[in-house]
């Protein structure tokens, strides 16, 4: 079974410091997708970065990027530059399968404070 | 980019009633739908997988008499919480993607229910 495993419930970080967000995750199956998600008061989901099992280069999106250690099954999300916009709750998800038909499963989440 | 409308977004209702909650795929068609269901500071639990022209699939502990599930064409899912208590107060998210992007779960933003 698929297990998505986030070991911090809060951080603090000091605005326009960075910040490593940890997952760990569990699966089988040769083919998966990483994800991250924040999550702000308001409820919607929104979508930072994915990270195929297959790609050789660790994603990057703008701010963030995601440290793809695949040997130790761990996918941090860095986020650089913190802005106090930046805070959140922020989940960690996986999908075996490498389309969108595949269900996901999310992490417990780490609730993130950025400090002015 | 692919857009999920979730409708209605707030629901105050009386215990005993049903509540149906609609999920729709705007600009593209989705052959599979996921419903998610969110405590306060937890994280989002998959409750089903809803296969257009099928039955969904239900995560198990997932009561399916409780929680029925609709997906009548490629662009709507239902999910209708029958019968409902104040146990099942929750907000509910569905998600739902192009069946052949393999990248993030495009989500709605949400139905918070609160049953009195």
Same mark, same amino acid.
């Given at each position: 079974?698929? *297990?998505?495993?986030?070991?911090?419930?809060?951080?603090?970080?000091?605005? *326009?410091?960075?910040?490593?967000?940890?997952?760990?995750?569990?699966?089988?199956?040769?083919?998966?997708?990483?994800?991250?998600? *924040?999550?702000?008061?308001?409820?919607?989901?929104?979508?930072?970065?994915?990270?195929?099992?297959?790609?050789?280069?660790?994603?990057?999106?703008?701010?963030?990027?995601?440290?793809?250690?695949?040997?130790?099954?761990?996918?941090?999300?860095?986020?650089?530059?913190?802005?106090?916009?930046?805070?959140?709750?922020?989940?960690?998800?996986?999908?075996?399968?490498?389309?969108?038909?595949?269900?996901?499963?999310?992490?417990?989440?780490?609730?993130?404070?950025? *400090?002015? | 980019?692919?857009?999920?409308?979730?409708?209605?977004?707030?629901?105050?209702?009386?215990?005993?009633?049903?509540?149906?909650?609609?999920?729709?795929?705007?600009?593209?068609?989705?052959?599979?739908?996921?419903?998610?269901?969110?405590?306060?500071?937890?994280?989002?639990?998959?409750?089903?997988?809803?296969?257009?022209?099928?039955?969904?699939?239900?995560?198990?502990?997932?009561?399916?008499?409780?929680?029925?599930?609709?997906?009548?064409?490629?662009?709507?899912?239902?999910?209708?919480?029958?019968?409902?208590?104040?146990?099942?107060?929750?907000?509910?998210?569905?998600?739902?993607?192009?069946?052949?992007?393999?990248?993030?779960?495009?989500?709605?933003?949400?139905?918070?229910?609160?049953?009195?």
């Amino acid at each position: 079974a698929q *297990k998505i495993t986030q070991t911090q419930p809060g951080m603090f970080v000091q605005e *326009k410091e960075a910040v490593t967000l940890d997952c760990t995750y569990d699966t089988s199956d040769p083919s998966y997708g990483l994800f991250w998600y *924040k999550q702000p008061s308001s409820g919607e989901m929104i979508f930072l970065i994915y990270q195929g099992s297959y790609d050789q280069q660790n994603a990057t999106e703008g701010r963030y990027s995601l440290n793809f250690q695949k040997a130790r099954k761990s996918a941090n999300l860095v986020i650089s530059a913190s802005q106090l916009g930046d805070s959140a709750m922020y989940f960690c998800a996986m999908r075996e399968g490498n389309t969108g038909g595949f269900k996901t499963i999310f992490g417990a989440g780490t609730r993130l404070f950025v *400090k002015a | 980019g692919a857009v999920v409308s979730q409708h209605p977004s707030w629901v105050i209702c009386k215990s005993g009633t049903s509540v149906k909650i609609e999920c729709r795929s705007l600009d593209f068609q989705a052959t599979t739908m996921f419903w998610y269901r969110q405590f306060p500071k937890q994280s989002l639990m998959l409750m089903a997988t809803s296969n257009e022209g099928s039955k969904a699939t239900y995560e198990q502990g997932v009561e399916k008499d409780k929680f029925l599930i609709n997906h009548a064409s490629l662009t709507l899912s239902t999910l209708t919480v029958t019968s409902a208590h104040p146990e099942d107060s929750s907000f509910y998210i569905c998600s739902a993607s192009p069946a052949t992007e393999d990248r993030s779960q495009h989500f709605g933003d949400g139905t918070r229910l609160s049953i009195l």
